[in-house]
């Protein structure tokens, strides 16, 4: 067994990212939570778990309106000890719902894990949904945060931050409303005109809202907004609370009008999902769309899951060093988090946990440093994880590690319908979906397809501008010495290097420009590929290579790469119609604003993974399912048009190359 160890701070270490404001929680009488930044309480002193059913599940006539529902919606302001969503989980369980619940909260101030659980635990009937709860709760940190649980039953999208930015930044189209933030008296910012009418804007046509308060300017703003709205009987001392509906959708503004075209939209028909590769990018897929409920068909001509480079002997999670704020950094961060997750809820997917990244020299370290996460450290720290005196600096990713690939894959296609050793020779359209057309000459037919296949995604889209590269990597494995065993945990430094694992080491990886990649040439395994990755290694960490044994072996993949290194999520654009679109659309429209209409009916991609997939894969899975099935959307409405698989094209178009 490896031993525990801690590691020590470097001086060097510059810190994540702000985390977010502190509620200055206290105790009333042992057993009530209490802010002390506004002066009030999380829920009522008679009962908090009676108070949220009288509140917000009779107020908005739950469970009945979700019966029968195959997805149902409730957006929330103000998560605070979890109690609400705890009792909605519990009450979608006992009434026996098969489908997806989505629960999207927006939180300014969240609570740190121990006072949740102190919270909940007055509550007993609820403690085994909160433990759950309570093991998958993120870190105290702005942004969009995915968790799932109950099987994949129940989707819980918190979003930190302050409440009109996060709002503008969350696309969701809600069933129902619980408006539950501290008193408006008290926290004003919460119950403004402006936050009402992002509400409505993020609301199905007959959305109902709830909250607990009674007081004469919510009501108005309310009504003002588009709810009808009515005084309902309150819990305990309290007597009034409000309820409301939406007659219809009212009109909305020219901000509102700009957020909901990039609001998740079901653009194709209900029926069969066919997905086109079997590796991490199709099984993420998979997973996600079959946790919904969507009958999904997984097809692949390997014999087996993993299918090309998801195959590689040594799949790792590390963190893209981006921290600019960006809606690209935000997406790579959200990535990490929900990777390593994810994969915690699959049964023996690591092969070691933790990564020790020293980057590619002391600025690129440092720059990993930075990310949320990190942990720094110092020379000593380092030793402990590679074994051998060095003066190198790093940075720790507990989250991190290798990951037993085939596992991985295997796991996230449990219970999903997967075809294997036929591929998919062509694709046509129909009037209600795609006709198949397989390697056997058989014929099947789905209203969804998506292409998860590598760099044969741009031959099956008709969409060449999708612009894809493949990449070849080999790596190699080392036999093991004395030294090099006392290696607790994987290494990166631009390459790779992870513990012993069946008798040696994986050391990684050549990265080169593949032009004849249909030939099948780029699977032979070479020898200068070896000689090039121990040249890489002895050049960075020269003493860890001489401590490496000789070379045993070696295995080749083929990434899809993307020329911005960021992957390809979305719907596959008709190139002449996006083309056409887009000049249109130079005159003051973005690209992020183009929908439907000129992408090609029911296809959808997710490729151009690069290097990175075991990283991006998860979250681009559950991006991708969004748009599909209309759910809330897992990250920022920044983010979706950065990968979108027509922003090469926009760019040339742009550019005057097109």
């Not at 409730?74 to 997806?100: C, H, P, V, Y």
């Amino acid at each position: 067994m490896r031993p525990v160890f801690a590691l020590r701070a470097s001086p060097r270490y510059h810190g994540a990212m702000a985390n977010l404001l502190d509620p200055n929680l206290f105790w009333r009488g042992d057993a009530v939570p209490v802010s002390g930044r506004f002066d009030d309480s999380y829920y009522s002193a008679e009962n908090g778990l009676s108070e949220t059913r009288h509140v917000f599940l009779a107020g908005n006539d739950l469970p009945d309106r979700w019966r029968g529902r195959s997805r149902f919606t409730i957006g929330e302001l103000g998560f605070g000890t979890g109690l609400n969503f705890l009792a909605t989980w519990k009450s979608w369980r006992d009434s026996g719902q098969t489908g997806q619940l989505s629960f999207v909260s927006v939180e300014g101030y969240p609570l740190e894990t121990d006072a949740l659980g102190r919270a909940t635990a007055a509550f007993p009937e609820i403690g085994e949904l909160a433990r759950a709860l309570i093991d998958q709760l993120p870190p105290r940190r702005s942004g969009h945060h995915l968790l799932r649980l109950d099987g994949g039953r129940i989707e819980l999208l918190l979003v930190y931050g302050e409440v009109e930015s996060a709002l503008d930044e969350t696309a969701l189209a809600a069933d129902a409303w619980y408006l539950d933030g501290f008193a408006p008296a008290r926290n004003p910012e919460m119950w403004t005109p402006g936050v009402m009418s992002r509400v409505v804007a993020r609301s199905r046509p007959y959305a109902t809202v709830a909250t607990f308060t009674a007081a004469g300017a919510v009501r108005r703003d309310l009504i003002d907004a588009g709810f009808t709205m009515e005084k309902r009987r309150g819990f305990g001392s309290k007597r009034e609370c409000l309820a409301g509906q939406l007659t219809a959708q009212p009109e909305r503004g020219a901000q509102e009008v700009s957020q909901a075209a990039r609001m998740p939209q079901t653009c194709v028909p209900d029926g069969p999902v066919a997905i086109i590769g079997a590796g991490i990018a199709g099984m993420s897929t998979a997973r996600a769309l079959n946790d919904a409920g969507a009958e999904v068909t997984v097809y692949d001509r390997h014999s087996s899951v993993g299918g090309g480079a998801s195959k590689t002997p040594a799949g790792l999670l590390q963190p893209r060093p981006l921290n600019d704020g960006s809606p690209l950094a935000a997406f790579f961060h959200a990535a990490f988090e929900f990777a390593a997750r994810s994969y915690d809820a699959l049964d023996q997917a690591w092969s070691s946990r933790g990564v020790l990244v020293l980057g590619r020299d002391a600025e690129d370290c440092t720059r990993y440093q930075a990310l949320p996460g990190a942990e720094a450290v110092d020379a000593a720290g380092c030793q402990l994880v590679g074994g051998v005196l060095t003066d190198e600096f790093g940075a720790w990713f507990a989250a991190g590690g290798a990951l037993d690939t085939l596992k991985v894959c295997a796991a996230l296609g449990d219970g999903v319908r997967i075809r294997f050793g036929i591929g998919v020779t062509h694709l046509v359209p129909q009037k209600d979906g795609w006709r198949l057309h397989l390697e056997d000459s058989s014929v099947h037919e789905a209203a969804v397809v998506i292409l998860a296949n590598g760099i044969d995604a741009m031959t099956l889209s008709d969409f060449p501008a999708m612009a894809l590269s493949a990449n070849r990597g080999q790596i190699s494995y080392l036999a093991a010495t004395p030294v090099s065993d006392r290696i607790i945990a994987p290494i990166t430094f631009g390459g790779y290097l992870t513990p012993v694992a069946d008798g040696a080491h994986v050391l990684g990886s050549t990265f080169d420009r593949e032009a004849d990649w249909s030939s099948g040439s780029w699977s032979v395994v070479r020898e200068n590929g070896h000689r090039r990755n121990l040249e890489s290694i002895a050049k960075r960490l020269p003493i860890l290579a001489a401590a490496l044994g000789n070379v045993t072996g070696g295995w080749t993949g083929l990434r899809a790469t993307t020329p911005d290194r960021a992957p390809v999520v979305g719907p596959v654009p008709d190139g002449a119609a996006f083309a056409s679109a887009f000049s249109v659309m130079q005159n003051g429209g973005e690209v992020g604003d183009l929908i439907c209409d000129v992408n090609q009916p029911g296809l959808f991609v997710l490729s151009g993974l690069g290097s990175r997939g075991f990283l991006t894969a998860p979250l681009a899975g559950e991006i991708l399912a969004s748009q599909i099935l209309g759910r809330p959307l897992p990250v920022p409405v920044g983010v979706p048009p950065l990968l979108q698989p027509g922003r090469f094209l926009a760019r040339n178009i742009k550019k005057g190359r097109a």
